[in-house]
């Protein structure tokens, strides 16, 4: 099973590190690209995968639970040298597929821009001497002040809400046809809850270990990020999918 490495995705594991679910997934970490390919490559049979995926491969969702978010997520940030609709080249941060889709769908969608997207390591300093704007997600974007900067910077996860009016899903558990029975979903389910009713221990032990302030790690997990999944969550993901296959001229 394949888990990403950064903060958002820690509540939905908290179990399977240090509660009941211990032991019962072989657990390996990734940024999210990097699960999505060992998930095509046959190397996983379950994963935490940026929803985009789901127009990629053939998996089934494991339901209930995912990164999304209502409002600004804080963690995938475009930051431009211009007004968004002047934007030519966009340097990527490519670990998201999903992010770098939702950049093209809301500056298409919104401000009419088609920048050329070049895949860049995330240093910002440098992907703005290259481009007119970057794309920084997960970690690296929350190391950053947005209100310190000299730039445009705009959240994509407030950007997709004021958009459309919908939740806006970056990625779902998903799994190899017949990986997701009942036994299984209880389990990821079960892992989750445990890292809700700790938060202030998650919010103790990764502010250590990534370095961040705990404040930060609290405000992240408890007002950014959605953990819980519900229909209407699932209905802004179909739209997002939806669009990202118009932008690409392919169905979903």
Same mark, same amino acid.
């Given at each position: 099973m394949c888990a990403v490495s950064?903060?958002?995705?820690?509540p939905l594991v908290w179990g399977m590190l240090h509660g009941p679910q211990r032991g019962l997934f072989d657990l390996s970490f990734r940024v999210p690209a990097g699960c999505?390919?060992?998930?095509?490559a046959g190397e996983a049979d379950i994963g935490i995968l940026p929803s985009f995926e789901l127009t990629r491969q053939d998996l089934e969702i494991l339901p209930g639970t995912g990164?999304?978010?209502?409002?600004?997520?804080?963690?995938?940030l475009l930051? *431009?040298? $211009?007004?968004?609709? %002047?934007?030519?080249?966009?340097?990527?941060?490519a670990s998201s597929r999903t992010s770098v889709e939702l950049a093209r769908v809301i500056l298409h969608r919104r401000y009419g821009a088609e920048p050329e997207c070049v895949p860049h390591p995330p240093d910002l300093d440098v992907m703005l001497r290259r481009a007119d704007a970057a794309l920084?997600?997960?970690d690296p974007a929350l190391r950053i002040d947005p209100a310190h900067l000299p730039y445009h910077v705009y959240d994509l996860g407030a950007e997709w809400v004021e958009m459309t009016g919908q939740p806006m899903v970056f990625a779902v558990w998903a799994g190899r046809r017949g990986a997701i029975t009942p036994e299984v979903v209880e389990?990821?389910?079960? *892992?989750? $809850?445990?890292?809700? %009713?700790?938060?202030?221990e998650i919010v103790a032990g990764e502010a250590a270990r990534r370095d961040f302030p705990p404040a930060l790690v609290r405000e992240y997990l408890t007002r950014h990020i959605v953990h819980q999944l519900g229909p209407r969550d699932y209905q802004g993901m179909e739209l997002f999918l939806s669009y990202a296959a118009e932008r690409r001229g392919t169905a979903v």
């Open positions: 950064f903060l958002n995705t820690t999505a390919d060992q998930m095509a990164i999304a978010c209502h409002g600004p997520v804080r963690s995938i930051v *431009s040298s $211009r007004p968004a609709g %002047e934007i030519r080249t966009l340097a990527v941060d920084i997600i997960g389990a990821f389910l079960g *892992s989750w $809850r445990y890292g809700c %009713e700790r938060m202030e």
